[in-house]
């Protein structure tokens, strides 16, 4: 497959734990987010990047009052995205990297409290 060459394409994480149970996806996107798989309850903003962390927490989709969400985690808690998908955040390799490895200290937080 031959990507235009105005097109960067990395590898971002979608990490989610259920009932205990840790699902990761890895998805190739480019210039665009393609969120539009997510179910309605993983908030984007206007341009379809995630909302995580602080962005989640103050936006009308956070749905619990007990805690706040983690940095990289969605609207819908114990769902977590990493990289270029994530709203307000700096499109590069080294920062995709960086949620990758925070998405394991999320998933121990998330974890500790069932």
Not at 77 to 104: C, Y
């Amino acid at each position: 497959m031959s990507l235009p060459a105005r097109v960067v394409t990395l590898v971002v994480a979608f990490l989610a734990v259920v009932a205990g149970v840790v699902f990761v996806a890895f998805e190739f996107i480019g210039a665009q987010p393609r969120t539009d798989w997510l179910p309605p309850s993983v908030a984007v903003d206007p341009k379809g990047f995630i909302l995580t962390g602080a962005d989640a927490a103050q936006s009308s989709f956070w749905p619990l009052a007990e805690r706040e969400p983690c940095v990289i985690e969605t609207t819908c808690p114990g769902i977590f995205a990493a990289g270029d998908v994530r709203s307000n955040t700096t499109k590069r390799v080294a920062f995709a990297v960086g949620d990758g490895a925070l998405a394991v200290t999320c998933a121990h937080r998330v974890l500790g409290e069932l």
